[in-house]
């Protein structure tokens, strides 16, 4: 059975950091580019973080570069997403994902979601 389970959400102040985790099982992790998307009320899901399967590169959207960082160890079937300096408009819904090409299909994946709110 495929799970992906995000924890690390939370209430935090503007300008806070918080770390998410999303631990996998039931499929070859390794074998998968990770990443995280995120889904404010009244807005369509956008992916904020992506790493491929070996980890050796990464992407980031403009709205979130240079705050979040997204990572993850093989070994321990997670990925994490780390996230400082963080605004009002951060406040989200924050998804897992996993996805694996096989052409001509994909496997995906997702989590159920960690709720994460910046607020004073």
């Known amino acids: 059975q495929v799970q992906l389970v995000e924890s690390g959400g939370g209430l935090v102040q503007p300008g806070g950091s918080l770390r998410l985790s999303c631990a996998a099982s039931?499929?070859?992790?390794?074998?998968?580019?990770m990443s995280w998307y995120r889904q404010a009320p009244g807005k369509e899901r956008e992916a904020v973080a992506s790493?491929?399967?070996?980890?050796?590169?990464?992407n980031y959207p403009d709205s979130v570069k240079g705050r979040f960082t997204i990572s993850r160890d093989n070994a321990k079937n997670t990925v994490y997403l780390q996230m400082n300096s963080l605004k009002p408009e951060d406040t989200a819904v924050y998804y897992c994902?996993?996805?694996?090409?096989?052409?001509?299909?994909?496997?995906?994946?997702w989590g159920q979601g960690t709720q994460v709110t910046v607020s004073s």
């Open positions: 790493i491929t399967s070996s980890g050796g590169s990464t």
């Open positions: 039931g499929f070859t992790f390794s074998e998968y580019r």
């Open positions: 994902n996993a996805k694996r090409f096989d052409i001509p299909r994909v496997r995906e994946y």
